[in-house]
C-alpha cells in the first residue's frame, strides 16, 4: 500500500483505544472533566455494566451552547492554551481528546447549560456523525450519556469482562476519585442500585464513610502531615485489624490528582510489613503533596500514571508517614516500660472490664499487701507454665538498673538482658523473664534478625552458601526486567542464587541461598526469588536494595509466627538472638522484644 493519512474517523477510533479502553474509562474522563468544570455535585449511573450506557450528571460550570460541538473536536480543551506549561498542571484533563475519543466509539448526548446562560443546549454525536445543536431545557451543569459503547469495535466488545466485572471496576475507580475528592459528592448507581455515595463535606474520613462504610471509617488512623515540608503526605489509614485480601484499596493521589503507582503502593505495603499477615493489604488513602513542577503527569495515555522528578523522595515520605502512625499506635508501645502514669495499657483493659468478670474482680480484691507472690501467680494462670511464674515472684525485686535496661527505654539497647525462657505462646511470641520484669519476644522477628546477620556476614565475606537445585528453573522475565537484573546479577550469585541469562528474556535458575533451601521447599525458594526479582523492579538500588533482599533471604528463612517450638527450641532462639549486633529489632525495623516493667506491674496489681 502507499503510504497515505489515515482518514479522521479511523485516526479517531485508533486514538480512542488509547484512551478508552473499557467502560470504566469512560466514566474516568467524564467525572474528571466534571471535577475540572468544579462541580460539587456528581452523579454516575451506569447499565450494564456501562456496556449499554454510562450517565454522568453534574452541577459544573456548564459548556456555553456556542461551545459544545467544540468540545467534541480533537485536541479541543478550554484548560491549556500556547501558554501553558505542560509540567505544571493543575487540571485533570488537558489533552482534549476524551469527548471525540467517547463518541468515536459510542453515541454520545451532551445537554449543558453554562452558568451564565439562561438555558442549555443538546448535542448529539453517533459513532463519529454529529447532528446540528440545539436549545434544551437543562439545569445548570452538564449532562452527558454514552450508550453502545464500541459496538462499532467488535475487537474491543469482545476484550469487555461480564457486566459485573466492568461494574466493579469501574466501582472501584469512581471510588478512588471520590476519596481523593472529599468536597465533591459523588454517587453511583447501577442498574438503578446505588453503589456509593459521599456526602461531599470535604472531611477526608467522611468520604471514607461513604465509600466504605462507617465502621471502616472509624478504624482508620489519621497520618500526620509535616505542612512545612515541600513534599508531604497527609490521608488516612486502616489500623492493623483491618485489612483486605487485594490492592485495591490503596489510593493515592499527588497535588489533588488520583494516581496509580505499583511503587507507591509498595511503599504503604512496605510500612506495614510486620503489622499484618501475608497477602494481606491496607485500606489506605495517601494524599501527597508535592511542588508541582516535580510531577509529570502527562506520560500516560489515560494520565493514570506520573512521573516524579525525586521518586525515591516521594516513595520514603509516604513510607516514613504510614509507618509512624503505626508505630505510634501499635499495642506494643503501650507496653512500653517505666511510663509515668504508672499504668499499662494492654494490662489496664482486662482490668476495667473486669468490674463484672468474677475472675478478675477476685484479682482486684487480693490484699495489696500480699506480698507472698501467690496473687501475682494467679493473675497469670493462662500463661503455659504457671509453676514457673510462681518461681518468678519468688525471685528477688529488682534490685537498681542494668545499663542495657535502663527502665524509661522500652526495650534494652545494645545488648539482651539474661533471660530465663519460661515458653511460648499463641505459637509465635516467647516468654521469658529477666531482672527487671517479662519479656515477650517476637519468635519470627528475632528468627529473622538472626538470620539476617548470618545472611549479610556470609554475603560480605563473599561466603554465601548456595544449595543446587535438583532441576534447574527458568524464570521468565516481563519486559524490562532482564535490564535491571544484568546490573544486579553479581549481587545475585553473590548471596547464592545460581543465576544465568537464558535467552533475551528468561533466566535460568540453578541454585538457591543454602538458608533458604533448608527451610522452603523448592517452590518457595522460587517465590522468594520471584519477590526479590519484584524488589529490584521496585527500583531503589545500592545498599538499600542489597539490604531489602537480605532482609528479604533473612524472612524466609526464618522461623513463622504459628510455628510451635518446645522450650529447648525457645532457648536455643533466644541465646542465637543474644550473639546478634542488634537484637532489639528485626531488620525491617520491628521490634523484636517488647518488656513489661516490674514495677509498672506491681503498680498494675496494687502492691504499692
Ligand atoms: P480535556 O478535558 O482534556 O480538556 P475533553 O475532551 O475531556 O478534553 O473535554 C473537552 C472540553 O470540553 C474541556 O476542555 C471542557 O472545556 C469541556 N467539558 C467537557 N466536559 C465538561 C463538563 N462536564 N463541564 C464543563 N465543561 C466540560
Ligand atoms: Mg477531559
Not at 513534599?231 to 483491618?242: K, N, Q, R, T, Y
Not at 509466627?561 to 525491617?588: F, M, V, W, Y
Request: proline fraction near 5%.
Amino acid at each position: 500500500m502507499p503510504i497515505q493519512v489515515l482518514s479522521d474517523d479511523l485516526a479517531s477510533r485508533i486514538a480512542a483505544g488509547e484512551v478508552i479502553e473499557r467502560p470504566a474509562s469512560v466514566v474516568k474522563e467524564l467525572v474528571e472533566n466534571s471535577l475540572d468544570a468544579g462541580s460539587t455535585r456528581i452523579d454516575v449511573h451506569i447499565v450494564g455494566g456501562g456496556a449499554q450506557s454510562i450517565t454522568v450528571v453534574d452541577n459544573g460550570q456548564g459548556i456555553p451552547a456556542g461551545e459544545l460541538s467544540v468540545a467534541f473536536e480533537r485536541f479541543a480543551t478550554s484548560k491549556i492554551d500556547e501558554s501553558s506549561d505542560l509540567i505544571a498542571i493543575g487540571t485533570l484533563g488537558f489533552r482534549g481528546e476524551a469527548l471525540p475519543s467517547i463518541a468515536s466509539v459510542a453515541r454520545v448526548e451532551a445537554i449543558s447549560r453554562h452558568f451564565e446562560a439562561d438555558a442549555g443546549a443538546r448535542y448529539l454525536v453517533d459513532f463519529g456523525k454529529s447532528s446540528p445543536v440545539e436549545a434544551a431545557g437543562a439545569p445548570q451543569g452538564t449532562r452527558i450519556e454514552v450508550a453502545g459503547l464500541f459496538k462499532n469495535v467488535p475487537a474491543r466488545l469482545k476484550f469487555l469482562g461480564s457486566p459485573g466485572r466492568e461494574l466493579s471496576r469501574i466501582q472501584s475507580m469512581l471510588a478512588s476519585l471520590a476519596l481523593v475528592h472529599p468536597d465533591v459528592a459523588v454517587s453511583l448507581s447501577a442498574d438503578g442500585r446505588e453503589r456509593l455515595r459521599t456526602i461531599g463535606s470535604g472531611k477526608l474520613v467522611d468520604a471514607v464513610s461513604g465509600v466504605y462504610g462507617p465502621k471502616v471509617a472509624e478504624q482508620m488512623l489519621e497520618l500526620e502531615p509535616d505542612d512545612s515540608a515541600a513534599f508531604s503526605v497527609d490521608g488516612l489509614v486502616s489500623s492493623p485489624s483491618l485489612n483486605r485480601s487485594n490492592r485495591t484499596y490503596m489510593t493515592i493521589s499527588v497535588n489533588g490528582r488520583w494516581i496509580q503507582s505499583r511503587r507507591l503502593s509498595y511503599a504503604i505495603e512496605q510500612a506495614y510489613h510486620g503489622f499484618l499477615p501475608d497477602r494481606r493489604f491496607p485500606i489506605a488513602i495517601a494524599r501527597i503533596r508535592t511542588p508541582l513542577d516535580d510531577v509529570d503527569a502527562n506520560v500516560h495515555p489515560a494520565k493514570a500514571e506520573v512521573r516524579f522528578l525525586r521518586e525515591d523522595l516521594v516513595y520514603s515520605v509516604v513510607q516514613r508517614a504510614v509507618r509512624g502512625v503505626l508505630s505510634a499506635s501499635a499495642p506494643v508501645h503501650e507496653l512500653g516500660a517505666g511510663r509515668a502514669a504508672g499504668s499499662i495499657g494492654l494490662l489496664r483493659t482486662p482490668g476495667s472490664v473486669g468490674n463484672n468478670t468474677p475472675g478478675v474482680v477476685g484479682i482486684q480484691s487480693s490484699p495489696a499487701s500480699d506480698s507472698d507472690g501467690s496473687g501475682a501467680g494467679s493473675g497469670f494462670t493462662q500463661w503455659p507454665d504457671p509453676s514457673a511464674i510462681v518461681e518468678q515472684s519468688r525471685l528477688p525485686e529488682s534490685q537498681g538498673e542494668s545499663p542495657a535496661t535502663s527502665s524509661t527505654t522500652g526495650t534494652p539497647k545494645e545488648t539482651l538482658p539474661v533471660l530465663r525462657v519460661i515458653g511460648q505462646s499463641h505459637e509465635t511470641y516467647i516468654h521469658a523473664e529477666g531482672p527487671d520484669g517479662v519479656y515477650l519476644i517476637d519468635q519470627h522477628a528475632a528468627h529473622e534478625r538472626v538470620m539476617f546477620e548470618r545472611v549479610q556476614q556470609k554475603f560480605e565475606q563473599n561466603a554465601s552458601e548456595s544449595q543446587p537445585l535438583l532441576e534447574a528453573a527458568t524464570v521468565d522475565l516481563g519486559p524490562g526486567v532482564m535490564t535491571t537484573v544484568q546490573e544486579h546479577l553479581e549481587e545475585l550469585n553473590r548471596v547464592g542464587w545460581g543465576v544465568e541469562e537464558f535467552g533475551t528474556n528468561s533466566l535460568i535458575v540453578r541454585s538457591v541461598p543454602a538458608s533458604l533451601a533448608t527451610r522452603a521447599s523448592g517452590d518457595g525458594a522460587g517465590q522468594v526469588f520471584a519477590r526479590v526479582l519484584d524488589e529490584l523492579s521496585e527500583g531503589g538500588t545500592g545498599e538499600t536494595w542489597r539490604n531489602r533482599m537480605l532482609a528479604t533471604i533473612a524472612c524466609h528463612s526464618s522461623i513463622r509466627a504459628g510455628q510451635i517450638l518446645s522450650i529447648d527450641e525457645c532457648k536455643d532462639l533466644i541465646r542465637q538472638l543474644e550473639r546478634t549486633e542488634r537484637p532489639n529489632t528485626c531488620p525491617h525495623g520491628r521490634p523484636t522484644i517488647v518488656q513489661l516493667n516490674v514495677n509498672d506491674l506491681e503498680r498494675e496489681f496494687k502492691r504499692r
